[in-house]
């Protein structure tokens, strides 16, 4: 997306998107956390109706989606689209010079960390989240889920699961409480509800929150499954990132 006037070089979209300070805040923030627009405007200090604004044009260019709040419908999650963000940051450059096109190779990574995943069954989107994190780091990062009111893991969630290369048959459903005291890197809420009853813990990490809906609770059975877990998996991609601990040398 760019946009041009007769006379003038055409400016690419991603900074005509991105440009301007307070989408530039909300880009910086939705990077870490999806947010509700109460808490963008209290982190920005900004009017409810200027964020909402820049909200909008932040969803014209594509790079900003919002989902309605299973936790209280009148509110609305927003979250960022790294993939977006990263294919319009290569056409950027490019636009600039052929010689400043940004490549995005999967990067060769020591990755270590604690990381706990939360949602209130600990039935799909947590248990599927612990396992892929698990499965991504080949174990180097200690993953594990909880619940605010754990039910049996949920089949389906097996059974994609299984479909991707990783076991969950042995998966056990856990309450919160088992990791209080515990300390981790990140501690990531996956379901609206259960973030706002998220106790913290020791070394207050940051809290994040992935607005994911849950996949059982639609009319759409096993594909609701294999979207979730393609998004999980676009998420724990960048997560990684976070997590990295020293470039490791490629054999």
Same mark, same amino acid.
């Given at each position: 997306m760019t946009t041009e006037t007769p006379g003038t070089v055409a400016v690419p979209g991603f900074v005509t998107?991105?440009?301007?300070?307070?989408?530039?805040? /909300?880009?910086?923030?939705?990077?870490? =956390?999806?947010?509700?627009?109460?808490?963008?405007?209290?982190?920005?200090?900004?009017?409810?109706?200027?964020v909402s604004y820049h909200l909008g044009k932040l969803r014209k260019a594509a790079l900003v989606t919002a989902r309605r709040s299973s936790a209280d419908g009148r509110d609305t999650y927003y979250s960022l689209d790294l993939d977006r963000c990263g294919d319009l940051l290569s056409g950027t450059g490019a636009a600039l010079h052929p010689g400043l096109r940004l490549t995005r190779p999967v990067p060769v990574l020591a990755v270590?960390?604690?990381? /706990?995943?939360?949602?209130?069954?600990? =039935?799909s989107r947590s248990q599927m989240a612990e396992a892929l994190l698990r499965h991504r780091s080949a174990g180097a990062v200690h993953a594990f889920s909880a619940g605010s009111a754990p039910k049996p893991v949920h089949p389906s969630a097996v059974s994609t699961m299984a479909a991707r290369g990783i076991d969950?048959?042995?998966?056990r459903p856990k309450h919160l409480g088992e990791f209080t005291g515990q300390h981790f890197d990140h501690v990531i809420t996956l379901c609206d509800r259960v973030k706002e009853v998220c106790p913290g813990f020791p070394g207050h990490p940051r809290p994040v929150h992935w607005s994911i809906a849950d996949p059982a609770a639609g009319p759409d059975g096993p594909p609701a499954f294999e979207r979730t877990a393609d998004e999980l998996t676009q998420r724990i991609g960048f997560l990684l990132h976070t997590l990295t601990d020293r470039p490791k040398e490629a054999s």
């Open positions: 998107a991105a440009g301007h300070p307070v989408r530039w805040r /909300l880009l910086s923030e939705l990077a870490r =956390s999806d947010r509700a627009v109460h808490e963008l405007t209290a982190v920005l200090g900004q009017p409810q109706n200027l270590t960390g604690r990381v /706990l995943f939360l949602c209130t069954g600990n =039935s969950l048959a042995g998966a």
